[in-house]
C-alpha cells in the first residue's frame, strides 16, 4: 500500500530534549516536506526537500533541521525544542520534477507537545 | 510569502444541499489545488486546477478558478454526512522555489444528515 509513514504519532517532551520525527514514504516520490499545522493558521511549511542531499527552507523552518540522505527517510529534528513548537506535524511527499508540482501524500500527522 | 484566505470559516448544511467555498490569493500562482482533511488526520488531495484552466470537474466535485479576481472556489454538489471536514486551498506561486506550497486557513464544514 502507497503511503507516507511518521512517528511517533503522539509525543510529550520537554524544553531542551533533542527529538527526531521519522518520516519515510514507499512511493519512491522525490519531493518530500514537513509541515505544521497550528489553529487558526493553516499548514505552514517547515522545510522541504527536492531529492536526497537536496534540501530548503519553508516558511517557518527557526527551531527545527532536517536531512535527506535515503530518497524514502525525511527525517525532522527539534534540537532544543520550545513550548511555541507544540503543535500538530505532517511530513507529505510527491513526485516532482521541473517546474510541475503535483499532488502530495501525507502522513497521519504527529501531535507535539512541549512543556 | 501568501497565505491563501478561505471563506466562509465554516459553513454548515444538510445532506443533499451544495457547498461552496472559496480561496483567494494574492499573488501569481502556477497551480492551484484543494486538499480535505478529517479531524486530526492527514490531509487528502481532492482536485489541481493549473493556472490557464478555468474549470476542473471530479466526480461531486467542480472546481474554479479566476486568475484575474485571484480566487478559486469549490464546489460540493449533493452533499453527504461523509463531507463533513476541513477544507484547504494551496498554492503554488509563480518565482518562488520549486515544489513550495502555500495553504489557505480553511473551510470547516459540517453535513448534518
Redesign the interface.
Known amino acids: 500500500e502507497a503511503q507516507?509513514t511518521q512517528n511517533p504519532r503522539y509525543l510529550i517532551t520537554v524544553t531542551g530534549k533533542k527529538l527526531t520525527v521519522t518520516c519515510s514514504q514507499n512511493m519512491n516520490h522525490e519531493?518530500m516536506?514537513w509541515?505544521r499545522q497550528d489553529p487558526?493558521?493553516?499548514?505552514?511549511?517547515i522545510y522541504?526537500s527536492?531529492n536526497v542531499e537536496v534540501t530548503?527552507k519553508?516558511?517557518v523552518p527557526e527551531g527545527y533541521k532536517v536531512s535527506r540522505k535515503e530518497k524514502r527517510n525525511f527525517p525532522l529534528i527539534l534540537e532544543s525544542p520550545s513550548p511555541n513548537q507544540t503543535s500538530?506535524y505532517?511530513c507529505?511527499s510527491?513526485f516532482?520534477g521541473?517546474?510541475q508540482?503535483?499532488?502530495?501524500?501525507?502522513?497521519?500527522?504527529t501531535?507535539l507537545t512541549v512543556t | 510569502s501568501q497565505q491563501g484566505e478561505e471563506d466562509p470559516q465554516a459553513l454548515s448544511i444538510q445532506e443533499g444541499e451544495n457547498a461552496t467555498m472559496n480561496c483567494s490569493y494574492k499573488t501569481s500562482i502556477n497551480n492551484l489545488q484543494w486538499y480535505r482533511q478529517n479531524s486530526g488526520r492527514g490531509l487528502v488531495h481532492l482536485i489541481l486546477i493549473r493556472s490557464n484552466e478555468r474549470e476542473k470537474h471530479s466526480g461531486r466535485l467542480r472546481v474554479t478558478l479566476d486568475t484575474s479576481k485571484k480566487s478559486s472556489s469549490l464546489l460540493i454538489t449533493a452533499s453527504r454526512a461523509a463531507d463533513t471536514a476541513s477544507y484547504f486551498c494551496a498554492m503554488r506561486e509563480v518565482n518562488t522555489g520549486f515544489q513550495k506550497l502555500v495553504f489557505g486557513t480553511g473551510t470547516r464544514l459540517l453535513v448534518s444528515p
Not at chain 1, 40 to 45: D, I, P, T, V
Not at chain 1, 101 to 109: A, D, L, R, S
Open positions: 507516507v519531493y516536506s509541515y487558526g493558521l493553516g499548514l505552514r511549511q522541504y527536492m530548503d519553508g516558511d500538530l505532517f507529505a510527491s516532482g521541473g517546474t508540482i503535483y499532488e502530495q501524500y501525507f502522513g497521519p500527522g501531535r
